[in-house]
């Protein structure tokens, strides 16, 4: 029997259970290995946890600059650069490009396409109103203008992430930003992956700097020599960079503080099991990562708990996804769909998977997803991959209140108000009586001085 949380809440209550993975997943910064805590000591000649690294590397980064940036590349990722070998050169990267697979390249401009006409569609416009007052005209508008200029962190530890490229670029391309600043670590997974340099080409993205990690977070937040200051930050990585993300929050803007990938598998007696053990297993194998099945057929549980044994006993990644499941995931029985719907708002999962007869129906009484996924033939893998909503999604629990990375994620708005003599004198009544209220006398007195 394969060793995972299995819960019946006809016997017993599942709130306990997801406070407790929630508090697992949560990207809190003060848990760290024997090993991680002897490196720790190694570098800064004392035990930290996880947040004073980040505190202490990024302040290093803001004083010091690009000096900091590379002595830190050199004593975590063991790479010594200089100012100019830290950006990749174009030509390495043309290079990598015409050493890609043709087929690689299609899929990218599949792929690219895809992304490109559902982030168009939902790319919102400037809008507004004109209003009458008295004999005048109030003109009212909302302006929506692109960032500047946008940092994009890439991972490239375990494996190398293409797709994170195409799903955090192109909404931003979308959007209309001008410069976009790619860091990936210096590894074979990272900034010397030619999928991940091609890529970059292929989406005609020229700023790529071989730094990763809290360092080069810090260093596109405070602009250093070589790599000037973005406006924004966005893209996953590992507990430092969503601990660097969280820091440098105020002085630019992020997309989000992510944790270990999760799915919830809300399924009924039409789901498959094995369906349902590749769909946990898929997040798992991010390692850490989380997968919970909620169902209220008795059982799919234990069908679900054999798959498990078959499918991960052939797979590559199956030990760390193994690992996964037994520290991070889940399976409950539900008494009925309705106690299954509230246990997933509950969960606020960053994946959500509808497996039953009518998904439509079932997702009408569920507000807290990242992303929602319709039916027994749409795996979370079509989301990560393909289909055009970012993959870049809200994690942690935080689905009660913050949303996946999309093109608007890339606008600043402006509020644009116009009256005129006669609109002002309209209101001017309303301005007056309010000021008067708050006791600003100054403010009423710049209505007043305009008034025949």
């Keep these: 029997m394969f060793p995972i949380t ?5 016997t017993s209550d599942a709130t306990a259970l997801i406070d407790e993975l929630r508090a697992k997943l949560s990207p809190r910064g003060d848990i760290v290995s024997e090993a991680g805590r002897q490196r720790t000591i190694a570098l800064f ?9 980040v505190e202490r590397i990024c302040g290093d980064v803001k004083t010091r600059g690009l000096d900091a940036l590379l002595h830190y590349t050199e004593k975590l990722d063991r790479k010594a650069l200089t100012r100019e070998s830290m950006r990749v050169p174009a030509e390495e990267l043309a290079a990598a490009h015409a050493k890609a697979s043709p087929e690689f390249l299609q899929t990218l401009r599949h792929i690219r396409a895809n992304i490109e006409e559902f982030q168009k569609a939902i790319l919102v416009h400037d809008a507004g109103v004109k209003r009458p007052a008295g004999k005048g005209t109030i003109e009212l508008r909302q302006r929506y203008l692109p960032l500047r200029r946008i940092g994009v962190c890439v991972p ?14 192109v909404p931003a391309q979308v959007a209309g ?10 590894t074979d997974f990272g900034a010397y992956n030619i999928d991940v340099l091609a890529t970059c080409h292929e989406l005609g993205v020229t700023e790529v700097y071989r730094v990763g990690g809290a360092q080069a977070v810090a260093a596109m937040a405070y602009g250093v020599d070589g790599l000037p200051q973005v406006d924004k930050i966005v893209g996953p990585g590992n507990l430092f960079v969503a601990l660097a993300k969280k820091h440098v929050y105020g002085e630019v803007d992020i997309d989000s503080i992510a944790g270990p990938s999760e799915v919830v598998v809300l399924a009924d007696d039409t789901a498959r099991a094995d369906f349902v053990a590749s769909d946990l297993i898929s997040q798992a194998e991010h390692s850490p990562g989380s997968g919970v099945l909620i ?4 059982p799919l549980i234990s069908a679900v ?47 959500l998977h509808i497996s039953t007869a009518a998904p439509e129906a079932m997702v009408a009484g569920i507000q807290n997803a990242g992303a929602i996924f319709l039916g027994h033939y749409t795996p979370v893998a079509m989301g990560d991959y393909v289909a055009g909503p970012s993959h870049v999604l809200p ?4 689905a009660r209140f913050a949303n996946g990375l999309c093109a608007n994620d890339f606008l600043k708005r402006s509020s644009l108000i116009a009256y005129d003599a006669q609109s002002l004198a ?12 708050e006791g600003l006398t100054a403010h009423r007195a710049s209505v007043d001085i305009r008034l025949p």
């Design 177 to 186: 930003v001008k410069e976009i600043a790619v860091v990936v670590p210096p």
């Design 426 to 437: 309209a209101d001017a009544p309303h301005v007056q009586r309010m000021a008067d209220k």
């Design 395 to 398: 994690t942690g629990g935080t």
């Design 295 to 298: 169902t209220w057929h008795e």
């Design 305 to 351: 708990r054999d798959e498990l044994t078959k499918q991960l006993a052939r797979l590559e990644r199956g030990d760390l996804a193994a690992r996964s499941l037994t520290d991070y995931s889940a399976l409950i029985l539900a008494r009925d769909a309705a106690e299954a719907a509230r246990l997933t708002d509950l969960f606020a999962p960053e994946h």
């Design 6 to 10: 299995t819960i019946d809440c006809r």
């Design 156 to 169: 490239g530890g375990a494996a190398a992430y293409p797709s994170t490229l195409l799903m955090t670029i």
């Design 45 to 53: 000649g004392e035990a930290l946890s996880p947040q004073q690294v």
